[in-house]
């Protein structure tokens, strides 16, 4: 840990250090999840797919509640990359109408995948 002993300093900057110490270390851990969902999702379920809808349940109902839009946006790619387009715009489609940094790279997604199919009057949505 990092402990800073300032003299004139005040305590909002130890608040601040530790703040930022937090925030790294939940960066970390948000990481790990989602890596440890994306090694284990191919070998749960009969195929990766299904895997990954499991880990996403499960970890809605866990104190990690607010990494599983990282996870749908993951399996969405994973879809993509297995060339299942339809599974890949159905998994986007859930954040079109929400408004968060994640939904705004699902969308963005989305619209390059509508591209990269021809469909521009989707990619235009």
């Known amino acids: ?15 601040n250090l530790f703040t ?7 960066k970390q ?5 989602v890596q440890g969902a994306c090694l284990i999702s191919p070998h749960i379920k009969e ?3 299904k895997g990954y809808e499991w880990c996403v349940e499960t970890i809605k109902q866990s104190q990690y509640r607010d990494i599983a839009a990282q996870l749908d946006i993951s399996k969405a790619v994973m879809l ?4 299942d387009f339809a599974g ?10 929400s408004r968060s940094k ?11 995948m509508y591209i990269y199919k021809k469909d521009f009057t989707r990619a235009l949505k």
């Not at 110490?21 to 939940?26: A, G, H, Q, R, V």
């Not at 993509?80 to 060339?83: A, C, G, W, Y």
Request: with cysteine; charged share 20%; glycine share 2%.
């Open 102 to 112: 994640i939904a705004s790279q699902a969308c963005n997604d989305l619209c390059f």
């Open 29 to 33: 851990v948000d990481k790990h999840v």
């Open 80 to 83: 993509l990359r297995q060339s």
């Open 47 to 49: 195929n990766q797919a």
């Open 20 to 26: 930022q110490l937090e925030d790294s270390e939940k």
């Open 88 to 97: 890949a715009a159905r998994a986007f489609a859930v954040f079109e109408k």
């Open 1 to 15: 840990m990092l402990f800073i002993r300032l003299h004139t300093g005040t305590q909002s900057v130890f608040i």
